[in-house]
């Protein structure tokens, strides 16, 4: 069994109230296909990217109808104390760790900056198995939040991250590593978000051509946000599905630009 870094994106679902409409929205857009669902744990559907496991839709459970948005799993040794964790560090746990059969353990939490997101204890279910780079995979994830100060004290407080801090007078951008590796950023939420949009984990997902994963998306009724746009990393586009949920999209084969130059704040 591969066993992840603790902190490591591991995997990523939404709760869709239309989750055929879901299907085949991110099946056009993204390429993926769809395995059956589980009725023994709430109708959850693994989507699929060249036959590997990529995410999961599943429908929200009663009580929990609303917006949908994705949410990303972080990898765990321990659920249990990864959950006293994020409560030492002035983060909510809003549902305790569960485990899900042999396939892991999981529980849900937010950071003081208001974003939620998940903790993975891995069993026969490791996480992603495709490669970021291939299209359909999960590739990256920022989280945005208006309170950064509170987001930057908590992560590396629950996580073993080091920080990064981007020397840009225009943007408030930091990346969080893992013995070296990138793993996660944190963008702060400026005054062009809408007041309403709450803090959020932005994932991306990898498409061989942004201009045409956006054209594919708008067509569907997504909603383009931003972008396209080229960055050292890729060109991307952030984007709203039909239901609500915000993800971006990137070619990472399309770069341009320098690498930003960045600053030691661990």
């Given at each position: 069994?591969v066993?992840?870094?603790?902190g490591?994106?591991?995997?990523?679902?939404?709760?869709?109230?239309?989750?055929?409409g879901?299907?085949?929205?991110?099946?056009?857009?993204?390429?993926?296909?769809?395995?059956?669902?589980?009725?023994?744990?709430?109708?959850?559907?693994?989507?699929?990217?060249?036959?590997?496991?990529?995410?999961?839709?599943?429908?929200?459970?009663?009580?929990?109808?609303?917006?949908?948005?994705?949410?990303?799993?972080?990898?765990?040794?321990?659920a249990a104390?990864?959950?006293?964790?994020i409560?030492?560090?002035?983060?909510?746990?809003?549902?305790e760790?569960?485990?899900?059969?042999?396939?892991?353990?999981?529980?849900?939490?937010?950071?003081?900056?208001?974003?939620?997101?998940?903790?993975?204890?891995?069993?026969?279910?490791?996480?992603?198995?495709?490669?970021?780079?291939q299209?359909?995979?999960?590739?990256?994830?920022?989280?945005f939040t208006?309170?950064?100060?509170k987001?930057?004290a908590?992560?590396?407080?629950?996580?073993?991250?080091?920080?990064?801090?981007?020397?840009?007078?225009?943007?408030?951008?930091?990346?969080?590593?893992?013995?070296?590796?990138?793993?996660?950023?944190?963008?702060?939420?400026?005054?062009?978000?809408?007041?309403?949009?709450?803090?959020?984990?932005?994932?991306?997902?990898?498409?061989?051509?942004?201009?045409?994963?956006?054209?594919?998306?708008?067509?569907?009724?997504g909603?383009?946000?931003?972008?396209?746009?080229?960055?050292?990393f890729?060109?991307?586009a952030?984007?709203?599905d039909?239901?609500?949920?915000?993800?971006?999209?990137?070619?990472?084969?399309?770069?341009?630009?320098?690498?930003?130059?960045?600053?030691?704040?661990?």
């Amino acid at each position: 069994m591969v066993v992840r870094p603790e902190g490591t994106p591991c995997w990523a679902d939404a709760m869709f109230s239309d989750v055929e409409g879901a299907k085949t929205f991110y099946g056009e857009v993204l390429g993926w296909t769809f395995g059956d669902a589980s009725s023994e744990y709430g109708n959850y559907t693994q989507a699929y990217a060249n036959g590997k496991a990529v995410a999961a839709v599943v429908p929200p459970m009663p009580g929990q109808e609303g917006q949908s948005q994705w949410c990303l799993y972080f990898a765990s040794p321990d659920a249990a104390v990864t959950a006293g964790k994020i409560r030492e560090n002035g983060g909510e746990v809003l549902m305790e760790p569960m485990r899900v059969g042999d396939f892991g353990t999981m529980c849900l939490g937010r950071e003081p900056g208001g974003a939620v997101f998940g903790v993975w204890q891995a069993g026969v279910h490791e996480g992603f198995e495709a490669p970021p780079e291939q299209p359909g995979a999960y590739c990256w994830a920022e989280f945005f939040t208006r309170e950064p100060e509170k987001t930057d004290a908590f992560l590396p407080a629950v996580f073993p991250y080091t920080a990064k801090q981007l020397q840009d007078d225009a943007v408030d951008f930091r990346l969080f590593e893992i013995d070296g590796d990138m793993v996660l950023g944190r963008m702060k939420m400026t005054e062009e978000f809408p007041p309403e949009m709450p803090s959020y984990v932005n994932v991306y997902f990898t498409v061989d051509n942004c201009d045409d994963a956006v054209a594919r998306a708008t067509k569907l009724g997504g909603v383009l946000r931003f972008g396209p746009m080229d960055t050292p990393f890729g060109r991307f586009a952030a984007i709203s599905d039909p239901q609500g949920a915000s993800f971006s999209v990137i070619d990472v084969t399309t770069t341009a630009g320098d690498m930003p130059q960045t600053t030691d704040v661990s």
